[in-house]
């Protein structure tokens, strides 16, 4: 199975709140993130022609941002995928029938202030720490925001993650609008017969047609 059919069979078990498609998340992007009021739980799908090379990567930047963490898998991934994975990470098991329950996620404690921060814009993260009485935010660059939201004890975790959860719901509509257009441009493109340059003439052609025309 590939990633689509996966995906396919994936998007109908994500019931209430919305999904998002490939959400940068740290150094990487997570393949679905399904985002409640309560929770948001990311999803990383491997297909039959994917490999398990960056899951480490992968689960060192999601351990970050979400409440929890799931891994869907076709049954050639499940053996060596399970070694690499912490107990808490859920694991689907994808295939022709459907999806497979192998184990549940559980809730992960690894959740970071910045990290989940880091999900959204910089001018966002500003308005955010404005909002609670921060002051001097406005010129801060996004390395300096995300430390401070390391270092202060003001904020708590729950505050920072419901922003962010409402700020990328609301962000939603917009993220499939720009979809919608840039796969409507890729249509329209694809539609239209390309125009072939004319081949250049080699000097040894051009010095033959000189002769014959003189």
């Given at each position: 199975m590939n990633d689509p059919e996966i995906r396919a069979l994936l998007y109908p078990l994500l019931v209430g709140g919305v999904y998002i498609n490939e959400l940068p998340t740290g150094s990487t992007r997570v393949d679905v993130v399904h985002i409640t009021e309560q929770f948001m739980h990311g999803y990383e799908v491997k297909g039959d022609g994917d490999t398990l090379q960056r899951v480490s990567r992968q689960l060192?930047?999601?351990?970050?941002?979400?409440?929890?963490?799931?891994?869907?898998?076709?049954?050639?991934?499940?053996?060596?995928?399970?070694?690499?994975?912490?107990?808490?990470?859920?694991?689907?098991?994808?295939?022709?029938?459907?999806?497979?329950?192998?184990?549940?996620?559980?809730?992960?404690?690894?959740?970071?202030?910045?990290?989940?921060?880091?999900?959204?814009?910089?001018?966002?993260?500003?308005?955010?720490?404005?909002?609670?009485?921060?002051?001097?935010?406005?010129?801060?660059?996004?390395?300096?925001?995300?430390?401070?939201?390391?270092?202060?004890?003001?904020?708590?975790?729950?505050?920072?993650a419901q922003y962010v959860r409402e700020r990328l719901t609301a962000r939603l509509p917009q993220r499939l609008e720009m979809r919608a257009e840039r796969k409507a441009v890729r249509e329209l493109f694809g539609k239209r017969p390309k125009h072939r340059k004319p081949k250049k003439k080699s000097k040894k052609r051009r010095a033959t047609s000189k002769v014959k025309g003189a």
């Open positions: 060192g930047c999601y351990a970050g941002a979400y409440d929890f963490v799931t891994f869907v898998v076709t049954e050639k991934h499940l053996p060596k995928l399970l070694l690499l994975l912490p107990e808490w990470v859920g694991v689907l098991v994808a295939s022709a029938e459907g999806l497979r329950a192998y184990r549940p996620a559980l809730y992960n404690a690894t959740v970071e202030r910045a990290i989940v921060a880091d999900l959204l814009l910089l001018e966002e993260v500003r308005q955010f720490l404005l909002a609670r009485g921060l002051t001097g935010i406005s010129m801060l660059r996004r390395r300096d925001v995300l430390n401070l939201l390391r270092t202060t004890h003001s904020i708590p975790l729950s505050a920072v």
